[in-house]
C-alpha cells in the first residue's frame, strides 16, 4: 500500500475508535454503557500520538477509576483490583508523567500473586495434586485475586514493572520481575510457545494459544534468546503467517516487530482484513490493531526501551 | 438398655443424618427449585451433521410445548477453543437451532459464549464455522466474555462464592438453551448441559480460564451458576462426542445422538446413561437432582426412543473409573 493511502487508512480507523468514546473519556468493549479498562487502555495507546496526554480524557478517565489501593478493576463499576492494573500502569508509563498513580500501581503489582505464592498450595501442588506439571515456586500474576498465575497477566506485569523501573530497578523489583519469568519459562508449550498457563495436563501436551504466546515473548524481550524462546518465536512466525483474526494477527504484529522480524506483509494483510474497521465492533481489537499497523511509526507500547 | 458397638455405630449414622437434615433445614444451601414432577427428553438420532438436521430438530421441538412465541432466546453452545476434534458444539447443529426457534416464533435468537481458555473469541468462532451461520439469518453472537455485567447474588451457597457478575446478554434472555457437546471432562467428570453454564461467567472479570470457580469447587460452581441463571431447555451435541481425556484433548465417540429435554439434570443424567455412567456418582447431577431438576428415571418422560445401554462405556481417566455404571 502507498504510503499516504497507508496513512488515510490509519486515520480513518482512529476516527472510527475515536467516535466510540464514552463521555467518561472510556471506552466499552462493545456498544454498551460500561467502561472497560483494557478497552480504554489500548484506545488511549492507540490514539496517543495524536493528542496530549495531559488533557486526554482516556488518561483523566484512568486516574479517576484507579482504586485507593493502587490497583484498576475490569470494568468500571466493580470495586475490585484487576489483571487491568499493569495495562493500565503500561498505560501512564507511555505519558511518562503521573508519578503517583504509576507508584501506587506498581506497589500494588509488587503485593499481588497468583495462590501458588502461598506456601501451604505450594505445599499442595509438590505433594497432592499432580495432574498438571508445573513447579509451584515459580509463581507470577493471577487474573483475579485468589486464583493460581496465569501467563497473560503475568506477562503484562512484567512489562509494567520493568518499564516503571527502567531507570531505577531495585532489588524487590528485580527478584519479582525474575520470579516471574521463571514462571513464564517453566510454563511454557514443550514445543514452544504458550497455552494459558499449563503445559502438561495428565501427561498430555497441551497446543500454544497465539495472544499468550505474542504477550509472553514481549514479557521476555529483555531476556536471553534461549531455544524455548526461538521455538516459540518461530511457531509465532509461522502460525502469524495464516491467521485471519484481527485481534491475534494483531498480536503477532506487535511481538514480531520488537524482535525485528519482518512485519510489511503482515501488515498489509490485517490492513486488507480490517478493511474500514467499521465491523470490527469490538473496541480492543480495534486498538490493538491499530496500535500494529502503526508499528514503526510510533513508540511500541510494551516495549521496554533501555 | 446395653449400649454395644453395633448399636452405637447405628445411633451415631442416624444422629449425624439428622444433623445433616437440620442444617440443610436451618442453613438451606439454595433458595430455588426448579424441580417438576416430571420432566421429558426426546433422544433423537442422528447419524451425521447433514442439511437434514433441522427438519430432525423441529420435529423433535414439536414433542415440547415451549414458550418462545414473541420472546428472546439465548442459545449457549459450548465453544472452547480453536482446536481440531469435537471440541465444540457442531455450528450445523447451532445454525439449526437458531432456525428453529425463529420458525417457531421466537422474536429474537441470540448466540452467546465466553470461551473458557480462548481469548481470541472471534477465532473461535471462525473455527467452529459458525459465521455463515450467523450471517445467513443475522443471527446476533453475544461475546460473553465481554458483555456488559451485573453483580448477581447467586441463588445457591454450595461456593462460597456468594455472588457473580454475570453478561446482561444472559440475564435479560427470556428463554435460555444450553446446547453442551456431550465430552468427558478431566477435572468433572462429564461436560453436559449444567457444567455448559462456566461459559456464561465473564472471563473479562474472572480470567482466562475462569479459574476462580475451580478453586471454589468445580461441582460446587456449576450448582450455584445454573441455580442463578436457569437453563429453560437442553440440546446436547452427541451425534459426534468425546471421550477420554476431555474436554479437549479426548478421543472421537460416535454416538449420534441429539438429546433434548425441558429439563437440564433429566437432560445430563440421559446423556450421562448413553455414556455408560452411572448419573449419580456424578456430583454436580446428584445435589442438582435435588433442586435444579429430575435425576431418578421415574420421574423423566422419554418422548421418543428410550435410552438403551451403549455398546461400550465412554472410556475414562483412572481417576473417573468410578463413574461407570454397573451392569445388572
Redesign the interface.
Known amino acids: 500500500m502507498a504510503p499516504g493511502l497507508w496513512s488515510d487508512r490509519i486515520s480513518s480507523l482512529a476516527e472510527t475508535l475515536k467516535s466510540r468514546q464514552m463521555k467518561s473519556g472510556g471506552w466499552?468493549?462493545?456498544d454498551?454503557?460500561?467502561e472497560?479498562l483494557?478497552a480504554t487502555c489500548l484506545a488511549e495507546l492507540a490514539l496517543a500520538p495524536e493528542r496530549q496526554a495531559s488533557s486526554s480524557a482516556a488518561i483523566l478517565f484512568l486516574l479517576k477509576s484507579q482504586l485507593s489501593d493502587g490497583g484498576w478493576p475490569?470494568?468500571l463499576?466493580?470495586s475490585e483490583g484487576?489483571?487491568t492494573t499493569a495495562i493500565a500502569l503500561c498505560t501512564l508509563n507511555s505519558t511518562g508523567d503521573f508519578t503517583a498513580a504509576r507508584e501506587k500501581a506498581f506497589r500494588w503489582l509488587y503485593a499481588e500473586r497468583g495462590?501458588e505464592g502461598h506456601w501451604f498450595w505450594r505445599w499442595k501442588f509438590k505433594t497432592s495434586d499432580r495432574?498438571v506439571r508445573f513447579d509451584p515456586d515459580k509463581y507470577g500474576w493471577?487474573?483475579?485475586t485468589?486464583?493460581?498465575s496465569?501467563v497473560?497477566?503475568t506477562a503484562f506485569s512484567i512489562i509494567a514493572i520493568e518499564q516503571f523501573t527502567v531507570c531505577n530497578r531495585s532489588e524487590e523489583s528485580e527478584k519479582r520481575i525474575h520470579l516471574g519469568v521463571e514462571m513464564l519459562l517453566d510454563r511454557a508449550c514443550v514445543d514452544g510457545g504458550w497455552?494459558?498457563?499449563n503445559s502438561l495436563?495428565?501427561g498430555?501436551p497441551?497446543?500454544p494459544?497465539?495472544?499468550?504466546t505474542a504477550i509472553a515473548l514481549l514479557a521476555l524481550q529483555d531476556e536471553q534468546r534461549t531455544e524455548m524462546v526461538q521455538k516459540s518465536l518461530s511457531w509465532l512466525r509461522q502460525y502469524a503467517a495464516s491467521?485471519?483474526?484481527?485481534?491475534?494477527l494483531a498480536w503477532c504484529i506487535l511481538t514480531l516487530f520488537v524482535y525485528q522480524e519482518p512485519i510489511g506483509g503482515l501488515r498489509n494483510r490485517l490492513a486488507t482484513i480490517i478493511g474500514n474497521g467499521r465491523d470490527i465492533r469490538?473496541n480492543?481489537?480495534l486498538a490493538t490493531a491499530i496500535l500494529a499497523l502503526k508499528c514503526g511509526e510510533m513508540i511500541h507500547p510494551f516495549e521496554v526501551l533501555r | 438398655m446395653k449400649l454395644d458397638r453395633r448399636r452405637f455405630l447405628g445411633s451415631s449414622v442416624g444422629v449425624a443424618a439428622a444433623a445433616g437434615v437440620t442444617t440443610e433445614w436451618v442453613w438451606p444451601k439454595h433458595t430455588v427449585s426448579y424441580r417438576r414432577p416430571l420432566s421429558a427428553v426426546a433422544v433423537l438420532n442422528a447419524a451425521e451433521y447433514s442439511e437434514s438436521i433441522e427438519a430432525l430438530l423441529l420435529d423433535g421441538l414439536g414433542l415440547f410445548r415451549l414458550p418462545v412465541l414473541g420472546r428472546s432466546v439465548l442459545l449457549k453452545p459450548n465453544l472452547v477453543e480453536d482446536?481440531p476434534g469435537p471440541v465444540n458444539t457442531n455450528s450445523a447443529l447451532i445454525g439449526a437451532a437458531a432456525r428453529c426457534f425463529l420458525r417457531l416464533g421466537a422474536a429474537r435468537v441470540v448466540i452467546g459464549e465466553g470461551p473458557g481458555?480462548?481469548?481470541?473469541t472471534?477465532?473461535v468462532v471462525?473455527a467452529a464455522g459458525l459465521k455463515p451461520h450467523l450471517a445467513e439469518r443475522q443471527i446476533e453472537f453475544v461475546?460473553l466474555n465481554?458483555?456488559?455485567?451485573r453483580k448477581v447474588k447467586l441463588k445457591a451457597n454450595y461456593s462460597g462464592l456468594g455472588e457473580l457478575?454475570l453478561p446482561?446478554a444472559v440475564l435479560e434472555s427470556d428463554f435460555v438453551v444450553s446446547m453442551p457437546k456431550v465430552k468427558t471432562h478431566?477435572w468433572a467428570g462429564v461436560t453436559l448441559s449444567l457444567k455448559n453454564m462456566f461459559g456464561v461467567v465473564p472471563?473479562?472479570?474472572?480470567?482466562?480460564?475462569k479459574?476462580?470457580l475451580?478453586?471454589s469447587g468445580i461441582h460446587e460452581s456449576i450448582l450455584d451458576i445454573c441455580a442463578s441463571v436457569p437453563i429453560h431447555f437442553v440440546i446436547a451435541d452427541g451425534i459426534t462426542a468425546m471421550e477420554g481425556?476431555g474436554p479437549?484433548?479426548g478421543s472421537t465417540r460416535q454416538l449420534g445422538k441429539i438429546v433434548l429435554a425441558d429439563d437440564p439434570v433429566a437432560a445430563d443424567a440421559t446423556c450421562a446413561r448413553l455414556m455408560g455412567f452411572d448419573p449419580l456418582r456424578v456430583r454436580h447431577l446428584s445435589e442438582g437432582g435435588r433442586f435444579l431438576g429430575n435425576l431418578r428415571e421415574d420421574r423423566i418422560r422419554m418422548l421418543a426412543e428410550d435410552v438403551g445401554a451403549p455398546t461400550r462405556p465412554f472410556s475414562v481417566?483412572p481417576e473417573f473409573r468410578y463413574l461407570l455404571a454397573v451392569k445388572s
Open positions: 466499552a468493549y462493545f454498551s454503557v460500561q472497560s483494557e475490569a470494568f463499576g466493580d484487576s489483571w495462590r495432574n493471577p487474573w483475579v485468589g486464583s493460581a496465569w497473560i497477566p497455552n494459558s498457563g495436563v495428565y498430555v497441551l497446543r494459544h497465539v495472544e499468550a491467521v485471519d483474526s484481527v485481534s491475534s469490538n480492543a481489537t | 482446536l481458555h480462548q481469548r481470541d472471534e477465532l471462525q461475546d465481554r458483555d456488559e455485567l457478575w446482561s478431566h472471563g473479562m472479570k474472572y480470567g482466562w480460564p479459574n476462580l475451580h478453586w481425556n479437549l484433548q481417566l
